[in-house]
């Protein structure tokens, strides 16, 4: 089992370590990001995303991650693995009450038993 948490405060994660971080991470299972994480973009993700298939992951928790898009974390995290067990986007401003509605149908739908924690 691999858990990622960074916690940034006046600090930068450097694009390259988080992707290098998330590319060789196929065991991850619990990805948390708190903070302001400008680097986690939707290009690093997919970048990341074709060399990993995060697969194991269970537990995804975003806080303040501004430069995420919900097509992305949708694309390689929400639908593409249904091995979560928890959800959490906090303050993510691509990422809006109407996708998190649309995701909470999804699981519903799917029967998917997944805490969803959006704010």
């Not at 990805?31 to 993700?45: A, C, Q, W």
């Not at 074709?50 to 949708?74: C, G, P, T, V």
Request: charged share 20%; glycine share 2%.
């Amino acid at each position: 089992m691999i858990d990622i948490f960074f916690v940034t405060a006046n600090c930068v994660i450097q694009p390259y370590i988080l992707r290098e971080v998330l590319t060789n991470a196929r065991k991850l299972e619990d990805l948390t990001l708190i903070g302001t994480v400008e680097t986690f973009t939707d290009d690093l993700l997919y970048s990341a995303s074709l060399h990993n298939s995060f697969d194991r992951i269970r537990k995804l928790a975003l806080m303040n991650a501004r430069n995420i898009s919900y097509e992305a974390l949708e694309s390689v995290f929400l639908k593409a693995n249904n091995h979560l067990d928890s959800v959490g986007l906090v303050n993510c401003a691509r990422i809006t009450h109407s996708h998190q509605e649309k995701y909470r149908k999804y699981l519903y739908d799917n029967s998917f038993k997944v805490i969803l924690t959006w704010a």
